[in-house]
């Protein structure tokens, strides 16, 4: 496969978006931004930003002329969507095309037919019929949960008020990854375009269980005492389940949905114990580096 020099990201704002950006650029790629309106970020003038319409295919056909590759980071709102810029994709010649995926357990058929997966496995069906017909691959990345966002009040451990619902006695194995090494991930996807092609490659900087991190926790600072509560994974599932079937898609109802998938561990697959790290550049987090982090959210 011939190489990839140019690069479109569709979402470079956001968490993951900037992440990205910067790990093509550093790798020197030829970086072009799409964008739904008029910028909000200062770019290096090298960079192209270009004004888009996300729902029309001409739209993004234009943008995409000379482009090797195509990531998306957009939203979960508009996972869907994207059905119309690997169209566009296609029209304009693009070699590759990495979906806004990046999740835990995304590429788990268990779960194509619930909320949220179900968009993810839309797309990963629509790329694997279009590689079929057409000269565009793709490449899905499993990276796990976000490092940054377990470590947030919204993860396993709310590290700030000292409290935590403990998810099936707390050694449900979670992978994880920063958003700084899923962008050395994607660079290193597009740095090597024939051994990532049309795949689901895996990375995790770490594994991470409720009660390691705890433990952590308390070895830093033993003075602190914790409120924990137990909480089941396949009842919160249910529950979240009976809510959104209800008509509940507020966003507290759609992570809890989440959380009772991603924190269920072993059960749907949420922990890589085989990984492409060694491929994709992405290296493992140490004791020291992890330990560190936890004392930082900790004060």
Do not use: C
């Not at 993004?60 to 709102?77: K, N, P, R």
């Not at 966002?149 to 619902?165: C, P, R, T, V, Y």
């Not at 024939?194 to 895996?202: A, F, M, Y």
């Not at 705890?214 to 033993?222: D, F, G, V, Y």
């Amino acid at each position: 496969m011939p190489d990839i020099k140019s690069v479109a990201i569709a979402g470079a704002s956001g968490n993951l978006g900037p992440h990205v950006f910067k790990a093509l650029f550093n790798a020197n790629f030829q970086v072009t931004v799409l964008t739904r309106g008029q910028k909000s970020v200062t770019y290096d003038p090298s960079i192209k930003v270009l004004e888009v319409d996300y729902t029309s295919i001409d739209s993004l056909t234009s943008a995409l002329q000379g482009q090797d590759a195509v990531v998306s980071t957009i939203g979960l709102e508009a996972l869907e969507d994207q059905t119309v810029l690997i169209d566009a994709a296609i029209a304009a010649g693009v070699k590759r095309f990495i979906p806004s995926d990046f999740g835990s357990t995304t590429t788990n058929p268990k779960l194509y037919e619930y909320p949220i997966y179900a968009a993810t496995a839309k797309i990963q069906n629509y790329l694997a019929e279009k590689s079929n017909v057409s000269e565009l691959s793709y490449t899905i990345l499993a990276s796990g949960a976000s490092l940054d966002m377990i470590l947030s009040e919204i993860g396993i451990i709310d590290f700030n008020k000292h409290k935590a619902e403990i998810y099936d006695g707390g050694d449900n194995r979670i992978s994880s990854t920063s958003f700084v090494s899923i962008g050395k991930a994607i660079a290193g996807i597009l740095e090597h375009p024939k051994e990532t092609e049309n795949r689901v490659l895996h990375v995790s900087q770490v594994i991470l269980t409720q009660n390691k991190l705890l433990a952590i926790a308390r070895e830093l600072r033993p003075d602190i005492s914790w409120e924990l509560t137990t909480v089941n994974t396949s009842d919160m599932m249910q529950e979240a389940l009976a809510s959104i079937g209800a008509g509940d898609f507020s966003s507290l109802t759609m992570v809890k949905f989440v959380k009772s998938t991603v924190f269920a561990g072993d059960r749907y697959g949420a922990a890589y114990d085989v990984t492409d790290n060694e491929l994709l550049g992405v290296d493992l987090l140490t004791k020291e580096e992890l330990k560190k982090l936890v004392a930082d959210r900790l004060g």
